[in-house]
C-alpha cells in the first residue's frame, strides 16, 4: 500500500481496514475454522480446562508441537502477524454477542477463547475492546484533522480536535472499569504468565522453537496495550516523539499489528505536521484545541500508569514479601508468577520506566506557553 504524502485525494480511513462504525475491531469474528483447524480449535476453546488438568504438552515452554506449530505460522504469515498472541488475536477479533441484536457493550459481550484466569480474564480483555470501541470517534476524526491542515482550514481542525479530545477522554472512563472487573492477583499471578512471551521474557531466554517449522527457537513478544495502533496513531497526528529505548520498543510492536492498520500508522506520519500548523496559525482556539488534545492524552497515559502500579508494581511488592509464607488465597495467587517476571509488562518491557518515559514524552508535545505582553 503506498502512503500518499502529496495527494490531492482526502485521506480517508477506507483503505485501511478500519471501520466507520467500530475502528480497529473486527466485525463479526469468525467463531469457527475449516474443518482442517479442528484439533486446533479444541485445544484453543479448552486451555484454562487442560491447564488446570495438567494436561497441555509438559515441554510446551521449550517447543511448539509440529501439530500446533505448522497451522499457526501459516495463517500468521497469511494474516501478516506474528505467530503468538497479539492485541488483534485477544482483543480486536476475540468477542461475541451474547445476544446478536444487542448492544456493543460489556455486560452483552464474551469471548471466544481464553486463557486461565477465570473472570478477570473475561473482564480484562473485553474492558480492552471498550477502549478501543470508546477511540471510534477519535479515529473518525483523524483524517479530519489531516484534510483541514492540507487545505489549511483551521474551524475544520479545531472541530475535530474537540472530537478526539472527548473520544480519549471516553478511553480513559473505559480503562477505569479495570479496577472493577479485573482482580490484581490473578492478573499479576496467572493472567501474566500466559500473555508474556518468548522475547526478553528471563523464563524463557532462549525463545521457543515451533517444530515443523523452524531448527532454532525464535523470540517473539507477549501481548501488550502497545501493540493497539491507536496511541500510535494519536501521536503520529499530535506529533508526539519517542526517542531511544521507547521508541524502539513502540517500532517493534508495530510490527504485531496488522499490516493495514501499521500502514495507516505510518501514513499520518507522512501528512503535514499538525503541530507546525497550529504554530503557524497563531489562532487561539486553535491552540487551545490542540493543547487539550495533548492534554488528554497525557491524562490517558497518566492513568494507565496508575493502573499499572495497581495490577502489577504492587502485586509485586506484595509478592516479594510472601514468597516465603504463603498466608492466604492471594498470596498463593500472587506467588504463581515467576519471580523472574516482577514489574516486567507482558511484552517484555520494564514497564513503569518505560511507561512514566513515554508520558513524559507526550508531555514535550505541548506547545510553549506564550509570554503574556
Known sequence: ???????????????????????????????????YYQPWMDIAC???????????????????????????????????????????????????????????????????????????????????????RAAIPALRSIPKVINGVRCGDSKAVVTALEEISQSIDGMVGCLKLMQVHVDPSVFYGIMRIFLSGWKDNPCMPNGLVYE????????????????????????????????????????????????????????ISLQPSLRTFVQQQANEDLTEAF?????????????????????????????????NRKEDTEAEMICKAPRALEERGTGGSGIMSFLKTVRNQTRDALLPKQAKR
Request: aromatic share 8%; with cysteine; glycine share 6%.
Open 1 to 35: 500500500m503506498a502512503a500518499r504524502k502529496d495527494s490531492t485525494t482526502p485521506f480517508s480511513l477506507d483503505l485501511y481496514h478500519v471501520s466507520e462504525e467500530l475502528g480497529f475491531i473486527l466485525p463479526e469474528p469468525l467463531q469457527n475454522l475449516p474443518p
Open 46 to 132: 479448552q486451555v484454562p480446562e487442560l491447564v488446570l488438568a495438567h494436561e497441555l504438552r509438559s515441554q510446551v515452554n521449550k517447543m511448539l508441537p509440529c501439530t500446533l506449530a505448522v497451522p499457526y505460522w501459516e495463517v500468521s504469515r497469511r494474516l501478516g502477524l506474528p505467530p503468538i498472541l497479539t492485541h488483534a488475536d485477544a482483543v480486536l477479533a476475540n468477542w461475541r454477542k451474547k445476544d446478536p441484536d444487542g448492544p456493543l457493550d460489556i455486560e452483552n459481550l464474551e469471548l471466544l477463547v481464553s486463557i486461565p484466569g477465570g473472570e478477570s480474564v473475561q473482564g480484562f480483555f473485553l474492558v480492552t475492546l471498550m477502549v478501543e
Open 212 to 267: 515443523g517449522v523452524q531448527i532454532e527457537p525464535v523470540e517473539y513478544s507477549g501481548g501488550s496495550a502497545a501493540q493497539s495502533s491507536l496511541l500510535h496513531c494519536f501521536d503520529e497526528l499530535l506529533g508526539v516523539k519517542h526517542e531511544d529505548k521507547s521508541g524502539a520498543f513502540l517500532t517493534r510492536m508495530r510490527s504485531y499489528m496488522l499490516p493495514a492498520h501499521k500502514q495507516l500508522i505510518q501514513d
Open 291 to 323: 493543547q487539550e488534545c495533548v492534554s488528554k492524552l497525557l491524562a490517558l497515559r497518566s492513568y494507565h500508569i496508575t493502573v499499572v502500579t495497581r495490577f502489577i508494581t504492587i502485586p509485586a511488592s506484595k509478592a516479594r514479601q510472601l514468597y
